[in-house]
């Protein structure tokens, strides 16, 4: 099985602070990561696919890029609407596997 | 506009079955891979398994954890995916998601876009 390891486990920023988060996949999965938002309660929403295209009707603060093992999801400017875990998931190998999540917090 | 309705959770008994229905909408079904995730209480996301279009075969994957309890089926007549868990245990106790995944290249399914809202399965006697 992959281990996609993301970090940090949470995070706590300011409204317009730029966020990151990393995941490293444990072996290369070429593009094949998307990243999900899940708010309390809701199902997870596609924000990211194939690393770095954003999906339809995303805001365009939010981002992706990387390549075989190492990611990273990046929130330019913090709103408050955004606070959620994040997770990124890669498909490129069987089982499909889930980082643990990035809980992101308002300061 | 693409819905996905899961139903069929609910409390059952360890060593009981279940069976989960999924309920697409507003696309070409069968067109499509579908997947399973699962979310245990408080924790992560987990792949459960996926059932390939009839075009790639209609076969199916599934996590260790699940493979030979739990069977996926679909029925493009009806644009539903099914999730059959057999032999339940505490630790399946989660919402589980339906999800279609956007593409199929050959036998690898890529990821899911659309998710529909969970169905709760409690195990637990």
């Known amino acids: 099985d992959i281990q996609m390891t993301q970090s940090p486990s949470s995070l706590s920023a300011s409204v317009g602070d730029r966020v990151t988060i990393a995941c490293q996949a444990g072996q290369d999965i070429r593009n094949f990561l998307s990243w999900f938002q899940q708010i309390p309660g809701k199902a997870p929403k596609l924000l990211i696919y194939d690393a770095s295209n954003l999906e339809t009707g995303v805001p365009s603060r939010f981002s992706g890029s990387g390549y075989g093992t190492h990611f990273t999801f990046t929130i330019s400017s913090l709103q408050p609407e955004d606070i959620a875990t994040y997770y990124c998931h890669q498909y490129g190998s069987l089982p499909h596997t889930f980082g643990q999540g990035t809980k992101l917090e308002i300061k | 506009e693409v819905q996905l309705v899961e139903s069929g959770g609910g409390l059952v008994t360890p060593g009981r079955s279940l069976r989960l229905s999924c309920t697409a909408s507003g696309f070409s079904f069968g067109d499509f891979a579908l997947n399973w995730f699962r979310q245990a209480p408080g924790k992560g996301l987990e792949w459960v398994g996926f059932?390939?279009?009839?075009?790639?075969?209609?076969?199916?994957e599934y996590a260790a954890s699940v493979k030979g309890r739990f069977s996926i089926s679909r029925d493009d007549s009806k644009s539903i995916v099914y999730l059959q868990m057999n032999g339940l245990q505490t630790d399946d106790t989660a919402v589980y998601y339906c999800?279609?995944?956007?593409?199929?290249?050959?036998?690898?399914?890529?990821?899911?876009?659309?998710w529909g809202q969970g169905t709760l399965v409690t195990v637990s006697s």
């Open positions: 999800a279609r995944a956007w593409g199929q290249v050959g036998a690898m399914v890529r990821g899911s876009d659309y």
């Open positions: 059932i390939r279009s009839k075009t790639h075969g209609g076969t199916t």
